[in-house]
């Protein structure tokens, strides 16, 4: 099928411009975007990109400046960033080798394993922070057991921190498991021939090797830890300084001061849209090796 | 804009004849309860009609009313939101009906140690509480009754209470569920709400300390569905209705 199509497609142009060489012939014909294509695409972009250029105009013209001073604004800023920073720290630290064990060995249940580790992307956060309640609530068996050291996680900032590292490392994990797959075996041999250790692979040939990938990862599982929304506010609550990260803000927000919502909301926006362009660059840069 | 008429057509809203139509109720989420029940003797006095109901905090309400939320009734938790809506002119000022009238408890996990059994103990430090935001009328209710009871309760007494405060939830329900959950210990909600979980310990307010909640309904000017929506504020003004809402644990309407 696919070389029958590639032969009409070549014949086809040759017709169009018999001198040019079959190559030069392919790249002009996907120049040429199919017009029906251009028009739906197009719809698509005004989908998307309508309600950004909207909530960015609307929250800007509120004079985000002015809500920046605001006391609530600014704590919610500052526990996200750093709630989303110790997450993402938590998914390098135990995520990485979990990515490595599924990436590079084989045992009985890694199927079973990998599907747990994707579960939280496709889970609703809402489910993810119902799920996280039964098991480290007050009334939970693990709440339970730890009452007794006066250790307490539900309206914590802990919580705040749990709730991130459930629904973003996945994302973390998945890029790392990626990576590492995606070294070549050759590298590998040659790492034994010369009588490189298990550790000293991962060490000198496998973490090198991966740093890309395994940053993108790191970057995206920032941008969603900051993200968090639902997973936090029924798991952790929402408290001002404690637990109100700024998705939880812009919804309460939304009740009390719309103003402060739209400026929360395109400061959110504009930081996600920053990180997403510093993750091409590295995609982009990574593609040259 | 073909896209968004077509996008639209698809939705549930479109009406094709002989289906039945359907009747948008915005409604505070204390009401939960009641207006289901309402809902659901309206869908049986009116087949050809579907009432669907959107339950969140008053004030989220109205935000999203004045952000243009297409909707056929409202009815809030405090008049409050409702006169912003009659100044920006979505619903009529004259035609707003009060229907129920509402106070607050405190509503206490019955395995909760902490709160022993008297208002005092919500000072007490380590014990749990939750309270809607600010700006949600039953946390605006709740402050006020905080700064009221300080009289006979000591002027520190308001603070201490809001130190303990680990949540603040966007809703009088959320508030209820955390209580039900166990993961607080005491949360300031509504008398009806405590109706609804007869399983938690309630604590009342002196009466002096109270506030009376007025529970305004009014038919927005740009309805889709006028005629159902004066027939549901009317059933819910009526006899029937009102019994309704009284079994909800709400208090009648206050003159």
């Known amino acids: 099928m696919r070389r029958e199509g590639s032969f009409l497609l070549r014949r086809s142009s040759a017709r169009i411009n018999p001198d040019a060489s079959p190559d030069r012939a392919l790249a002009t014909a996907r120049g040429r975007p199919v017009p029906l294509f251009v028009v739906l695409a197009g719809l698509m972009v005004l989908l998307l990109g309508v309600p950004v250029l909207m909530l960015l105009w609307r929250g800007l013209t509120s004079d985000p400046f002015h809500f920046l001073r605001d006391p609530t604004v600014q704590s919610a800023l500052r526990l996200s960033a750093w709630t989303s920073t110790v997450a993402t720290a938590v998914a390098l630290v135990l995520g990485m080798p979990l990515a490595y064990l599924l990436a590079r060995n084989r045992f009985r249940g890694r199927t079973l394993l990998e599907v747990l580790v994707d579960l939280p992307i496709v889970l609703p956060p809402s489910v993810a922070g119902i799920a996280l309640l039964a098991a480290f609530g007050r009334r939970s068996l693990l709440g339970a057991a730890l009452a007794p050291l006066g250790v307490s996680l539900p309206f914590t900032t802990a919580a705040v921190v749990l709730a991130q590292v459930f629904v973003a490392a996945p994302l973390f994990i998945r890029a790392a498991r990626i990576g590492f797959n995606t070294v070549e075996s050759q590298l590998e041999e040659a790492a034994y021939t010369e009588g490189a250790s298990q550790w000293q692979l991962f060490r000198h040939v496998m973490f090198p090797l991966t740093g890309r990938a395994l940053f993108a990862g790191l970057v995206l599982c920032w941008a969603r830890a900051l993200g968090e929304f639902g997973a936090t506010i029924l798991f952790a609550g929402n408290l001002p300084g404690r637990t109100q990260t700024m998705p939880l803000a812009i919804f309460i927000g939304f009740q009390q001061d719309l103003g402060v919502a739209l400026a929360l909301a395109s400061i959110l926006l504009v930081i996600s849209g920053l990180v997403l362009a510093v993750l091409r660059k590295i995609e982009s840069e990574a593609r040259l090796y | ?255």
Request: proline share 6%; net charge negative; hydrophobic share 50%.
């Open chain 2, 1 to 255: 804009m073909a896209i968004l008429a077509a996008l639209s057509a698809c939705l549930p809203s479109a009406q094709a004849p002989g289906e039945p139509s359907t009747l948008t109720v915005f409604a505070a989420a204390s009401l939960t309860d009641v207006f289901e029940r309402i809902g659901e003797t309206f869908e049986e006095a009116h087949p050809e009609t579907e009432v669907v109901f959107n339950f969140a905090a008053s004030s989220a309400l109205r935000t999203q009313m004045e952000e243009g939320a297409a909707a056929d009734v409202a009815a809030f938790a405090s008049e409050k939101d409702m006169q912003a809506l009659a100044e920006s002119g979505l619903v009529d000022g004259d035609a707003v009906r009060v229907f129920a009238g509402n106070d607050l408890v405190v509503v206490v996990h019955p395995d909760s140690a902490a709160v022993a059994g008297t208002l005092a103990d919500l000072a007490h430090p380590g014990v749990k509480v939750v309270i809607a935001a600010e700006g949600v009328p039953a946390g605006d209710y709740a402050r006020q009754v905080l700064e009221n009871l300080s009289s006979t309760l000591g002027a520190s007494f308001g603070s201490e209470v809001l130190a303990n405060v680990v949540s603040e939830e966007d809703n009088v329900r959320q508030v209820l569920a955390k209580v039900q959950l166990g993961e607080a210990d005491a949360g300031w909600v509504y008398r009806s709400d405590a109706w609804s979980a007869p399983e938690l310990r309630v604590l009342e307010i002196p009466e002096e300390a109270n506030v009376r909640a007025r529970y305004p309904i009014a038919i927005l000017s740009g309805a889709p569905q006028p005629d159902a929506a004066i027939q549901f504020v009317e059933l819910v003004l009526s006899a029937d209705g009102q019994r309704v809402i009284e079994k909800g644990g709400f208090l009648p309407a206050p003159p």
